[in-house]
C-alpha cells in the first residue's frame, strides 16, 4: 500500500480519528508500479463506458489539478493527441469520439494539417488525430511522497519493509502477521497490495480472481529533445494496451513506451535488448524520426491486470470488513484520488468520528528548492550538476516523515542523478553524504532495497587478493 492508490486511501482516512497502519513489504514508498509508469493522467476517453476504470478514470482526472496545487506539485495539462495513418484508423477515431461523449470527456478531431502544425515530428502520412485538452502530466512519486508525508502529519502509522505472509480472522476482526514475525490486529483491513493483492486475498478466502503481472519498459530522450513532441502522442488502442507512447515529461525530457508483455515473474523489472528495438521499431510508425542518440535511460515497470479487466474495489463476500483495492493498472494513476473516495463511500468512511484538529499540509523537508541560501549554506553546494540539487536538498531527502537513505529514494525525492550522467558524477558524494548523515560504512549504503550495497569492498583490498 505504498503506491499512489494506497497514499490517497491513507489520506482520506487521516480525516478521521481512528487508528490507521499501513504494512508494505517495500523499503521505500512509490517503489514499484508507481515508480514505473508512464505518468500520465489520462482523459479518460479510452476505458469501456460503463466500466470503474471509466468513471474513476474521468472523476480521477477532474481531481489533480486543484491536488497538485495543494501540495504544490508541478502539473501540467498538455492534452493528448491519438493518431491514425489510415482509413480504416480515422473510422476507429470516430469511434473513440463517440465513447469519449458518453464518458464526458472533452474530445476535438483534427485534420492532418493541423496535426503537423502542432506536431511536426509526426510520421507526414497521419491522416486524423483525436486531441483530448484534459489528459497531463504528473509525477506519480512526488503525489505519493506529498500524501502519506500530510497522512503522517495527521497520525497514520506506516510501516514498511514489513511483508505480510498471513491474514487471519480474530474474534474481532483480523490479525495480521508479517514476515518479519510480528503480529497486528485490525478491526477492518484494506487490502491493496498491487501485484500481489490476489496473494494477500487467499491468505483467507478463497477467490476467482488472478492478477498476471505485464511488463513494460521504456526508454528517456534527454531534456536536450524536448520540442521533439508538445503533447502526449499515442497510437490507437488495442487488446494490448495504449502501445508506444511519447510523453514530454515534467523535467523537459521525452519518455517513449511501454512494451506490454505478460510474464510469470512478479518481479521482473529488467530491460532488454529486444525491448528497446521493439520500442524505436514502434515508434517510428508514428514519428518521422526518433533521436536515438539522445537516450540517457531505460527502465522497466510491471502493471497488475486483472481476470476481470477492470478495477475491483469491494468489500469481501467472506468476511465483513474486508475490503479489496485490486487489478488497478492503467488508468490507475489518473483514478488513484477517485478510487479513494469510491472505497470511502463503500466503506462507509464518514460514520467514523472526523478529527477535530486535522492539520493543513505543510511541506516538511521535501520540497525544499527556495530555501534562504544565507541562513542554510548549504543549499548553495551543489552536488548533482545536472539536476542542479544541492548538499542540504539530499540531507533533507534523508529526514523527516518520508526520509530515505538509500540511492534510489534520494533520486526519487530530489532528482539527484536523473539527469543526463545519470549519477555518474554526483553518486559517490551522495553515498559519502548518506555515510556521515546516518553514521554508517559506504559499504553499508544500498541501492535501493536489502543485498544492495552500492560499495563492495574498499579499493586496496582489490590488491590483497
Given at each position: 500500500m505504498q503506491g499512489v492508490v494506497g497514499a490517497f486511501i491513507a489520506k482520506e482516512l487521516s480525516h478521521y480519528d481512528v487508528k490507521v497502519l499501513v504494512l508494505d513489504k517495500e523499503n521505500d514508498f512509490a517503489n514499484q508500479t508507481t515508480m514505473a509508469n508512464s505518468a500520465i493522467i489520462h482523459s479518460g476517453y479510452d476505458p469501456k463506458p460503463g466500466t470503474l476504470k471509466a468513471k474513476l478514470n474521468v472523476q480521477g482526472n477532474q481531481m489533480y489539478k486543484d491536488i497538485c496545487h495543494y501540495y504544490k506539485i508541478p502539473f501540467n495539462q498538455m492534452g493528448s493527441l491519438t493518431v491514425a495513418f489510415d482509413e480504416a484508423g480515422v473510422a476507429r477515431l470516430h469511434e473513440l469520439k463517440d465513447q469519449a461523449t458518453i464518458n464526458g470527456?472533452?474530445?476535438?478531431?483534427l485534420s492532418a494539417e493541423e496535426v503537423l502544425a502542432q506536431e511536426p515530428a509526426i510520421n507526414p502520412t497521419v491522416k486524423m488525430a483525436l486531441l483530448a485538452p484534459t489528459a497531463s502530466i504528473v509525477y506519480p512519486w512526488q503525489i505519493t511522497f506529498a500524501l502519506f508525508d500530510h497522512s503522517i502529519s495527521n497520525g497514520v502509522e506506516v510501516k514498511l519493509g514489513q511483508e505480510v505472509v498471513a491474514l487471519r480472522k480474530a474474534q474481532e476482526g483480523y490479525t495480521i502477521e508479517t514476515k518479519s514475525g510480528e503480529e497486528f490486529q485490525a478491526h477492518h483491513v484494506i487490502n491493496c497490495a498491487g501485484l500481489f493483492g490476489v496473494e494477500i486475498q487467499k491468505m483467507i478466502e478463497p477467490t476467482e480472481d488472478a492478477i498476471t503481472p505485464?511488463?513494460?519498459?521504456?526508454?528517456?530522450?534527454?531534456?536536450g529533445a524536448y520540442k521533439y513532441v508538445n503533447h502526449i502522442i499515442f497510437p490507437l488502442p488495442t487488446e494490448r494496451g495504449k502501445g508506444v507512447?511519447?510523453?514530454?515529461?515534467?523535467?523537459?525530457?521525452i519518455l517513449i513506451g511501454p512494451t506490454s508483455e505478460v510474464i510469470d515473474d512478479f518481479?521482473?523489472?529488467t530491460t532488454t535488448k529486444e525491448g528497446l528495438s521493439y520500442l524505436i521499431k514502434?515508434?517510428?510508425?508514428?514519428?518521422?524520426?526518433?533521436?536515438?542518440?539522445r537516450i540517457i535511460h531505460e527502465f522497466a515497470g510491471l502493471r497488475a491486470s486483472s481476470t476481470r479487466h477492470d478495477f475491483i474495489i469491494e468489500e469481501s463476500k467472506y468476511n465483513t470488513g474486508l475490503y479489496h483495492v485490486i487489478g488497478i493498472e492503467s488508468p490507475g494513476l489518473a483514478s488513484a484520488p477517485a478510487?479513494?473516495?469510491?472505497?470511502?463511500?463503500?466503506?462507509?468512511?464518514?460514520?467514523?468520528?472526523?478529527?477535530?484538529?486535522?492539520?493543513?499540509?505543510?511541506?516538511?523537508?521535501?520540497?525544499?528548492?527556495h530555501k534562504q541560501v544565507k541562513d542554510h549554506p548549504d543549499y548553495g553546494v551543489i552536488i548533482c550538476h545536472c539536476e542542479h540539487v544541492s548538499r542540504q536538498e539530499i540531507r533533507d531527502a534523508m529526514h523527516g516523515n518520508v526520509g530515505s537513505h538509500t540511492i534510489k529514494g534520494i533520486k526519487k525525492r530530489v532528482r539527484a542523478g536523473f539527469g543526463p550522467c545519470q549519477g555518474g558524477f554526483c553518486e559517490p558524494t551522495i553515498v559519502r553524504l548518506i555515510s556521515q548523515e546516518m553514521g554508517i560504512s559506504p559499504k553499508e549504503v544500498l541501492h535501493d532495497g536489502p543485498n544492495s550495497a552500492v560499495?563492495?569492498?574498499d579499493s586496496k583490498e582489490i590488491f590483497k587478493t
Open positions: 470527456v472533452e474530445v476535438e478531431l505485464r511488463k513494460g519498459e521504456y526508454f528517456v530522450l534527454t531534456r507512447l511519447a510523453v514530454p515529461i515534467s523535467n523537459r525530457e518481479d521482473d523489472v514502434e515508434i517510428k510508425n508514428t514519428m518521422s524520426t526518433v533521436p536515438t542518440d478510487i479513494a473516495k469510491y472505497l470511502a463511500d463503500l466503506a462507509a468512511f464518514e460514520q467514523l468520528p472526523r478529527k477535530t484538529n486535522f492539520k493543513e499540509y505543510q511541506p516538511t523537508t521535501l520540497i525544499t528548492k560499495l563492495k569492498r
